[in-house]
């Protein structure tokens, strides 16, 4: 499973903004959009990495 990044906000818009944010800076694309979190009423957004053009194959690099 890839790692998954996710946003909460107070706002819809403010979920977004963030959300979109982070995908141009660290090359993610959108996971789920802006949805209202049952039980805490805050905005929730996930993003995850892109898929690699081909696949990378040994121990991570840093």
Known sequence: ???VYMVQADSQEEC???LARMCTAFDL???LPPTRS???ERW???ATAKAP???VRG???R
């Open 16 to 18: 977004a903004a963030e």
């Open 38 to 40: 049952t039980g805490t």
């Open 59 to 61: 121990p991570a690099v």
């Open 29 to 31: 694309q959108p996971l």
């Open 1 to 3: 499973m890839p790692t």
């Open 53 to 55: 053009e081909r696949e």
């Open 44 to 46: 929730l957004a996930r």
